[in-house]
């Protein structure tokens, strides 16, 4: 992802959008994708298939990263 000012951002964990932080914006994303199974979204972060409370809590830990 890059920035604003044209810099690379590093890739954070739980960051859905590609803006270099964890935020509300990933946690909706995440909430109106809850329950969602099958294929791999990006709002499935641990890539188990669901996005659920396992993904709930890893963006959590990463909050404004």
Do not use: C, E
């Amino acid at each position: 992802p890059i920035s604003s000012g044209g810099v690379p951002h590093p890739q954070v964990p739980g960051d859905t959008d590609g803006d270099g932080h964890v935020d509300i914006i990933d946690f909706t994303g995440l909430l109106g994708n809850w329950g969602t199974r099958g294929s791999h979204t990006k709002y499935d972060i641990n890539n188990d298939g669901t996005t659920d409370i396992l993904d709930f809590t890893y963006l959590m830990a990463h909050w404004s990263n």
